[in-house]
């Protein structure tokens, strides 16, 4: 069965600090792999993702994420947070059986401090 | 990327009675997913919308309670059914365009019942 684990419920980061959100996945065949962040009172906004290829990804707002195969891991990363990060982010694992199924992490409440 | 319009954002109902939340897409899509994010919590899915057929609900999730309408390839409605306070969550709408690509959301809405 398929599974992502957001270990951190909450993570403080002063601004202009790097930040890291962990997400550690179990899935049968491939990872696919995503990212998203939900700001207050609005849905969830697509960040990145890992499909296949380089193991660092890209993505919007300055956010790259990390694919380790080994480690079963896909952290979230950003060399320079800013107060304006602060949200909550979710993880998520596209099910390589069924691809209908996305299963999403318990969710990490980012706070980024002046 | 799809647009998705959620209606309504928010509404406060009374115990016992029924919602009817809309999704309308951008663009034409086979399958519509809705989910459920109780408060402080990850996102659940509810049901898949399939256009010309039944939904398919997820384990804990019965029709009675959470009927589904896919009447067109850009359009779902899904009804909260006898409302209690236990329903208090945001729901969202969910598309994606292929196997490799993210899912996108609604903006949510956010129901509280009293």
């Known amino acids: 069965a398929q599974s992502v684990a957001q270990p951190e419920d909450q993570v403080n980061v002063a601004e202009g600090n790097p930040l890291t959100v962990k997400c550690t996945y179990s899935?049968?065949?491939?990872?696919?792999l995503f990212w998203y962040v939900q700001y207050p009172n609005r849905g969830l906004q697509f960040l990145l993702k890992y499909i296949t290829g380089d193991n660092l990804v890209k993505g919007s707002y300055g956010f790259e994420a990390e694919f380790n195969k080994s480690q079963t891991s896909f952290h979230l990363k950003k060399p320079s947070a800013l107060v304006s990060d602060s949200a909550l982010y979710f993880c998520a694992v596209r099910d390589g059986d069924n691809f209908n199924k996305f299963y999403f992490g318990s969710g990490t409440k980012l706070n980024v401090k002046p | 990327s799809a647009v998705i319009s959620q209606k309504p954002s928010r509404d406060i109902c009374q115990r016992g009675t029924s919602l009817t939340i809309q999704c309308q897409v951008d663009s034409q899509v086979t399958m519509m997913f809705w989910y459920r994010q109780q408060p402080g919590q990850s996102l659940t899915l509810i049901a898949t919308a399939n256009q010309g057929s039944e939904a398919t609900y997820e384990s804990g999730f019965v029709i009675d309670k959470f009927p589904i309408s896919r009447p067109n390839l850009t359009f779902s409605t899904l009804t909260v059914s006898n409302m209690s306070p236990e329903d208090s969550s945001i729901y969202l709408c969910?598309?994606?365009?292929?196997?490799?690509?993210?899912?996108?959301f609604g903006q949510g809405t956010r129901l509280t019942v009293v």
């Open positions: 969910s598309v994606y365009e292929n196997w490799n690509t993210e899912a996108f």
């Open positions: 899935v049968s065949g491939n990872p696919y």
